[in-house]
């Protein structure tokens, strides 16, 4: 896998690619006859290529703004995605989970071709792309393997290889290290930056790690719960691969875990928006 050492990879195009215009989730809540607003009426606008982290304490809504944007959530409002509203899911948004979403009885080459089987792609086409992906998350040799026989970061370098062969324009991935032990996860982070120097792809990543964020983001916005608002949006403009201890990556994490903090305050306490 190419690693991106040293090469700055913060910018980015500029173009709007998605964006939510007075977006609402409600949901049922036991005990409560009015549905509770887990999203309400939010706005936010994500650039061509932009790499997104977002936090926030459980419970606030990313998985549930995730779940919009891949087309899984109903919601109010408008969310927009190169032009079109999102009204279900679709194949030009690949969503990586943290449970990997193998199946089990197939191989690996056999899960990263199931999405192209079942999008009509014909065999030929099939293989290569699968070959071609699978190669690039570096388990090149692993496409008899089963998901049972392989470890959790090679189950997931084949889970991200079954949603890039899709070839999507925007990756949605929620926690997708957070099952893995720390050594892999910074393994991964750093492949994933890789392949995102070579695709350029949009992402939209939920994280509970502000490590993990100030690391790849190009932004990080931190979400506040009942219901969710951005409380910080902030721009990483760090070139990649940086240095965990950078001091400046230290400051950025200390302004997010502020912003984070800021919403254990009791109600009526919280200053007003906070933005970069
Ligand atoms: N289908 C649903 N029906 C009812 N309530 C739901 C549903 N989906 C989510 N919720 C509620 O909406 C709120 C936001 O959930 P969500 O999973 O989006 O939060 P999150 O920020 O991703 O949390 P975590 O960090 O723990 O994964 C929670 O209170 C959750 O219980």
């Known amino acids: 896998m190419n690693f991106a050492k040293g090469v700055d990879l913060t910018l980015h195009e500029g173009t709007p690619i998605l964006s939510f215009e007075g977006v609402t989730v409600a949901f049922k809540s036991p005990g409560h006859s009015a549905d509770r607003p887990v999203l309400s009426r939010l706005k936010l606008t994500v650039d061509e290529g932009e ?65 192209l089987r079942v999008n009509g792609v014909q065999a030929s086409e099939r293989k290569e792309r699968a070959r071609h992906y699978i190669e690039m998350v570096g388990l090149a040799g692993f496409e008899k393997h089963y998901p049972g026989k392989l470890s959790g970061g090679m189950k997931q370098r084949a889970g991200l290889a079954r949603v890039l062969a899709n070839e999507p324009g925007i990756l949605l991935m929620d926690e997708p290290f957070a099952a893995l032990d720390e050594q892999t996860r910074e393994k991964l982070q750093a492949e994933l930056l890789g392949l995102w120097e070579q695709q350029r792809k949009t992402c939209l990543f939920v994280t509970h790690s502000i490590q993990e964020a100030v690391y790849l983001a190009d932004r990080v916005i931190v979400l506040q719960p009942n219901p969710a608002r951005i409380a910080l949006d902030l721009r990483i403009d760090l070139p990649r691969l940086r240095n965990r201890h950078d001091e400046r990556l230290l400051q950025f994490q200390s302004r997010i875990s502020d912003a984070l903090r800021e919403g254990e305050r009791p109600y009526g306490e919280h200053l007003s928006v906070i933005t970069a």
Request: aromatic residues 16%; charged residues 15%; proline residues 6%.
């Open 51 to 115: 790499f997104i982290c977002l936090l926030g304490p459980s419970g606030c809504g990313k998985t549930t703004l995730l779940n919009c944007v891949a087309g899984f959530q109903p919601y109010e409002g408008n969310i927009y995605y190169n032009g079109a509203r999102i009204e279900k899911p679709g194949k030009e948004r690949g969503v990586v989970f943290q449970e990997y979403a193998l199946f089990p009885w197939f191989t690996v080459e056999q899960n990263v071709e199931f999405g």
